[in-house]
């Protein structure tokens, strides 16, 4: 299987920051790479696919990069409403595999 | 609009057997994929496996191959994720989700709780 594996666990923010969550596949997968918010007793909600394709609907200041192994989710300017968990989820194996989470909490 | 609803929340004892449902609307039911991730208290999301709905054709992740039926009834637009030989593990969050690749459409969840 795939092994997916997000950085960091956890980070604390302000209003107004610039965040950036890696994540790193044990093998490459081709931009098959999908990112998920979170929120506490919700189902996630998809943000981007194939790296670095928005979802409708997903505001702007989420995007994502990379190619390979590694990928990056920025959000450019933290909204009060992003502080939730956000996990990576790979689709180039037809075994889904997921990150294990970025809690983006309030500083 | 496309929405999966799931069946509701069920508390199991050990060795028993869960079936969870989903009921897709909104899109071709026939024409799609249906995965199931559960989620543990605190913990990642964990992939169960999927069933194309049109084939039948199913996949599941190894660590579950040997406990779970995922099915699909066309005639009513749902899917279906059974669980045997239940365990205190198991305890979980299950959904489904609709897509063969990423999933924009997720159910709300089922919350599955194993105990004596």
């Known amino acids: 299987d795939i092994q997916m594996t997000q950085s960091p666990s956890s980070l604390s923010a302000s209003v107004g920051d610039r965040v950036t969550i890696t994540c790193r596949a044990s093998?490459?997968?081709?931009?098959?790479l999908a990112w998920y918010q979170q929120k506490p007793g919700k189902a996630p909600k998809l943000l981007l696919y194939?790296?670095?394709r928005l979802e409708s609907g997903v505001p702007s200041r989420f995007s994502g990069s990379g190619s390979g192994t590694d990928y990056t989710l920025t959000i450019s300017s933290l909204q009060p409403e992003d502080f939730a968990t956000y996990y990576c989820q790979q689709y180039y194996s037809t075994l889904w595999t997921f990150g294990q989470g970025t809690k983006v909490e309030i500083k | 609009q496309m929405q999966l609803v799931q069946s509701g929340p069920e508390v199991k004892k050990p060795g028993t057997s869960v079936k969870v449902s989903c009921k897709a609307s909104?899109?071709?039911?026939?024409?799609?994929?249906m995965q199931w991730v559960r989620q543990a208290r605190g913990q990642r999301l964990e992939w169960i496996g999927w069933?194309?709905?049109?084939?039948?054709?199913?996949n599941y992740a190894q660590k579950f191959q040997e406990r779970v039926t995922i099915t699909r009834d066309m005639s009513t637009s749902t899917a279906y994720m059974e669980l045997s030989s239940l365990r205190s593990e198991d305890t979980a969050v299950y959904y489904c989700?609709?897509?063969?690749?990423?999933?924009?459409?997720w159910g709300q969840g089922t919350m599955v709780t194993v105990s004596s």
């Open positions: 989700a609709a897509g063969s690749t990423w999933s924009g459409v």
């Open positions: 194939a790296a670095s």
């Open positions: 093998q490459g997968i081709s931009n098959s």
């Open positions: 069933i194309v709905v049109g084939s039948g054709n199913t």
């Open positions: 909104g899109f071709t039911f026939t024409s799609s994929a």
